[in-house]
């Protein structure tokens, strides 16, 4: 069955360092995989999708599928990227509909 | 532009009512999908209407349902309201179905039973 892992739920660096927070999957199909984001007292929004293999607010990700995994990289972290962040995996429907599983989340803690 | 909206923001009921939430897309997108958080299960989905037809449904009992108009907004009722359906409702857009386009979330329902 579909399932998505993040087997850090807190994480906590200091500001400057590079940060990596952890996804891997289980999926016999071929994934498509994105990371979602929420700050405090905002909504889920979303951060990257493996597809466009994009850049944002300094935040990479690439798909490993030897690994089953999704790991979401920063190299200089910033306390503004405090916040909790989901992966996600798209599965399609029986009629091309799509669903996100997501992982539990990791709240990542950037000190100064 | 406006993004997803969601009403109420936040409600109480009793067990065993019935409760019906509502969503408005972002103009334009006509896939609307829901989500429930909880902190014991997270985020697990519920189901994806496109074209107001449900093209997507997850495990989730028969209380559960919803549906879409024409405008693309839509709605979710729970019957027979259980203690465990306090929880986060979140609706989601896109601009249509299947992989590649990411989800829009709305701020959200809080629904509390009790």
């Known amino acids: 069955a579909q399932r998505v892992t993040q087997p850090e739920k807190l994480l906590s660096v200091f500001k400057g360092a590079p940060v990596e927070l952890k996804c891997n999957y289980s999926?016999?199909?071929?994934?498509?995989l994105f990371w979602y984001v929420q700050y405090s007292r905002q909504r889920l929004q979303l951060l990257l999708r493996?597809?466009s293999r994009e850049s944002i607010k300094g935040f990479t990700a690439d798909l490993n599928k030897g690994e089953t995994s999704f790991h979401l990289k920063k190299p200089f972290a910033q306390e503004e990227d405090s916040a909790m962040y989901y992966c996600?995996?798209?599965?399609?429907?029986?009629?091309?509909?799509?669903?996100?599983?997501f992982g539990e989340g990791t709240q990542l803690t950037v000190n100064p | 532009k406006a993004g997803v909206t969601q009403t109420p923001r936040y409600l109480i009921k009793t067990r065993g009512q019935q409760v019906t939430l509502s969503c408005s897309p972002i103009?334009?997108?006509?896939?609307v999908s829901w989500y429930q958080q909880t902190p014991g299960q997270g985020l697990q989905f519920l189901f994806e209407?496109?074209?107001?037809?449900?093209?997507n449904k997850g495990n989730f009992p028969g209380r559960f349902s919803g549906r879409q108009f024409s405008n693309s907004r839509s709605e979710m009722n729970v019957s027979t309201l259980e203690l465990g359906d306090s929880a986060l409702y979140l609706c989601?857009?896109?601009?249509?179905?299947?992989?590649?386009?990411?989800?829009?979330f709305g701020s959200g329902t809080r629904l509390t039973v009790v």
């Open positions: 999926y016999s199909g071929s994934p498509e």
């Open positions: 989601a857009s896109s601009l249509t179905l299947g992989q590649g386009n990411g989800y829009t």
């Open positions: 493996h597809i």
């Open positions: 996600a995996l798209n599965l399609d429907g029986e009629t091309s509909g799509s669903r996100l599983t």
């Open positions: 209407y496109f074209s107001e037809t449900q093209r």
């Open positions: 103009s334009g997108h006509r896939s």
